[in-house]
C-alpha cells in the first residue's frame, strides 16, 4: 500500500490529542476517517469540537477552511454526509475496514495492552497500527498482541494541531516497512508535521527528555532562592528560547563555538561545564522528604501567572503558531528572506 493512495483512518479515542489528528487526516481530502468514543455525547462533540481545530490546522497547513474565524458546524454534517467522516458505536464497526488505526486512549499500561489485542482481532491483518502516548512503549503495548510488527508510537507535542512535531518510536521488534510508511504519511507535501524517528525506546522519548532535564533544573534553581520562577521564565524567553527555535541545541553550540565550532566551545567552556553538570539538582515529584520544593515552585507560578484564561489562551497560541511560521520561512546566505 503506497502512502499516496487514499487511506481509511480508525481514531480510537477522541479527547484533545485524537481530535487534532481527525482535522489532520481530514485535511487530506482523498482520506475516510473512522472515529469511536466511549463519551456519550459523542456526536454532539465531534459537531462542536472537530471546526475548531480544522479552523486552527488551516493556518499551519495550507487547507482551505470557511472565510469566517471558525468553520460552521455544518462542516462537520457535510463531511458526514460525503462519507469523510464516519462517527462509529462500537470497536469493531470502526476498524472494520481501516488502513491505519490510531489509539489516543489514557496513559494507562494495561487500558493500551487490551484495547490493542482488541484492535488487532478486529482491524484487516494490513492495517498499520499507531499509539498516541506520552511515555509508554509501543513493546510495553503490545504484550497482549499475536503480530508484533505492526505497531508503533506516534507521540505528537501539545498543542497537536499547532506543534510540528512527530515523534514516531517503534518497539524493536516493529517491521522497518511500517517506520518508514508513518514517516512518509507525515512527510507528504503540503504538511507542516515535522516527523522524527526515534532509533530506540527509551522513557518519555526525546522530546519530554529534555523539556523535563530543564523543568528539573528550573524547580531546583528556584527552591535554592537562586531566581524566582517568574524572572526564570524572563531568562529563557530572551536568551535560549529564541536562539533555539532559530537553530536548535547542536547548531546553536556549532555557531558558538566559532571557527571551531561546538569542539572548541567544549574545550573552552568544558571546565565550567563540568562544574555546572556537577552541581545541578536532582528532585522527587512524588512523595518524600526532596518534595517540599513544590510547593515553593507551584506558589511563584500562581502568583507570577494566576489561572489562564480562554482568551489568555488564544493569545499563546497565536504567538506560537507565528513562532512557526517564522521557522519554516527561507532565508539566503545574506540573510533576506526567500
Not at 490529542?17 to 456519550?40: K, Q, Y
Not at 488487532?120 to 492495517?127: H, K, L, N, R, T
Not at 556537577?278 to 526532596?290: I, K, L, Y
Request: aromatic share 8%; net charge negative.
Amino acid at each position: 500500500m503506497s502512502v499516496y493512495s487514499s487511506q481509511r483512518i480508525a481514531l480510537i479515542g477522541l479527547g484533545t490529542i485524537g481530535i487534532s489528528m481527525a482535522a489532520l487526516h481530514l485535511s487530506r481530502e482523498s482520506n475516510i476517517v473512522d472515529v469511536f468514543d466511549t463519551r456519550p455525547d459523542f456526536e454532539a462533540y465531534v459537531s462542536k469540537t472537530l471546526p475548531i481545530y480544522m479552523s486552527e490546522l488551516s493556518s499551519t497547513i495550507n487547507i482551505e477552511s470557511s472565510p469566517d474565524s471558525q468553520p460552521p458546524t455544518s462542516l462537520v454534517a457535510s463531511l458526514i454526509s460525503s462519507g469523510r467522516l464516519r462517527i462509529h458505536s462500537t470497536l469493531e464497526s470502526a476498524c472494520a475496514s481501516a488502513t491505519i488505526v490510531q489509539e489516543q486512549g489514557p496513559e494507562n499500561v494495561n487500558w493500551k495492552q487490551s484495547t490493542w489485542a482488541q484492535i488487532e482481532a478486529v482491524a484487516p491483518p494490513s492495517a498499520h497500527f499507531w499509539t498516541s502516548t506520552s511515555g509508554i512503549a509501543a513493546s510495553t503495548q503490545q504484550a497482549k498482541m499475536q503480530d508484533k510488527t505492526r505497531l508503533l508510537v506516534v507521540h505528537p507535542f501539545n498543542p497537536p494541531n499547532i506543534m510540528p512535531l512527530l515523534e514516531i518510536v517503534p518497539a524493536p521488534g516493529t517491521s522497518a516497512e511500517r517506520v518508514e510508511f508513518a514517516r512518509e504519511y507525515f512527510s507528504l507535501p503540503g504538511s507542516r508535521h515535522r516527523p522524527v524517528v526515534i532509533r530506540k525506546e527509551i522513557p518519555g522519548f526525546v522530546g519530554n527528555r529534555l523539556a523535563f532535564a530543564l523543568l528539573r533544573e528550573a524547580c531546583y534553581l528556584v527552591q535554592e532562592d537562586v531566581v524566582n520562577a517568574k524572572d526564570l521564565d524572563t531568562i529563557l524567553m530572551a536568551s535560549l528560547g529564541p536562539r533555539w527555535a532559530a537553530n536548535g541545541v547542536f547548531e546553536s553550540y556549532q555557531h558558538g563555538g566559532g571557527e571551531g565550532g561546538i569542539g572548541s566551545f567544549l574545550e573552552k567552556l568544558g571546565g565550567t561545564m563540568q562544574t555546572v553538570w556537577d552541581g545541578q539538582g536532582r528532585g522527587n515529584v512524588e512523595g518524600d522528604e526532596r518534595t517540599e520544593w513544590k510547593e515553593k515552585v507551584i506558589a511563584q507560578v500562581n502568583d507570577a501567572y494566576g489561572t489562564v484564561s480562554a482568551e489568555q489562551l488564544q493569545v499563546k497560541e497565536a504567538r506560537l503558531k507565528d513562532i512557526i511560521g517564522i521557522q519554516m520561512k527561507g532565508y539566503s546566505r545574506d540573510g533576506r528572506e526567500v
